[in-house]
């Protein structure tokens, strides 16, 4: 089946310690997107990529870093530089530059021990 | 600043009732509007969308009313059942441009 692969499902970590989230895509779409939810809040960007080897801050990019070294591919890594990482995270693609919707993952639960 | 947000964080509907979600839009320039539903734990869905040459959409008992006069989404859900219990989004993307902005939310619970 065609879709977005997030994994895990549930992350656990240390303070200090810097984690990837994992974003995978079948759906052969140019555009890749990060978005972090907090309880009660709408979704905020974190990062997203319009095609391979580019990316562009979202709004809230501090603390965060990211790779697109293949399309099919975006995987997150929360640094130890992110103060409050604790956070429900979401990968996203679409096909085209706006105007079609966005297809998410299934989410990742990053919890900071 | 500009953004995307909904009217009410929560709604109680009777099951078999309709639902109306509101959301009001501050940014002119946006010309594509989509609702999402999320299930607990879960990513969003997609439910429907609308492009600003239009102002209302049907789905499978959906309805997307846009009123670009007062900068307003609506998402009507006609006999609201059990399995429509989640939070939904309305986002909003400016032409051209990849990002999608989002509003808080309104979590639906629905009453059997």
């Known amino acids: 089946d065609g879709g977005i692969t997030q994994s895990p499902k549930y992350l656990f970590r240390k303070e200090g310690q810097n984690v990837t989230l994992s974003c995978e895509q079948n759906l052969n779409h140019d555009a890749m997107y990060w978005y972090r939810q907090d309880p009660g809040q709408g979704l905020r960007l974190i990062y997203y990529s319009q095609i391979v080897n580019d990316f562009q801050k979202g709004d809230i990019a501090e603390g965060y870093s990211v790779s697109r070294e293949k399309k099919e591919s975006f995987p997150l890594t929360v640094t130890s530089a992110q103060k409050n990482p604790t956070a429900f995270y979401l990968c996203a693609s679409s096909t085209d530059r706006g105007g079609t919707e966005a297809f998410f993952g299934q989410g990742t639960r990053l919890t900071v021990v | 600043g500009e953004s995307v947000g909904l009217h009410l964080p929560t709604l109680s509907v009777q099951e078999g009732d309709n639902s109306i979600i509101n959301c009001a839009y501050s940014?002119?320039?946006?010309?594509?509007f989509i609702w999402y539903k999320q299930e607990s734990g879960k990513g969003p869905q997609f439910i429907i969308d609308i492009r600003s040459n239009m102002d209302k959409r049907q789905g499978q008992r959906v309805t997307v009313l846009l009123n670009k006069t007062v900068k307003h989404l609506s998402l009507q859900i006609a006999a609201t059942q059990p399995g429509d219990s989640a939070v939904y989004f309305c986002?909003?993307?400016?032409?051209?441009?990849?990002?999608?902005?989002f509003g808080a939310g309104t979590t639906v619970t629905v009453r059997a």
């Open positions: 940014n002119s320039a946006s010309d594509y």
């Open positions: 986002a909003e993307n400016i032409a051209n441009d990849y990002k999608l902005s």
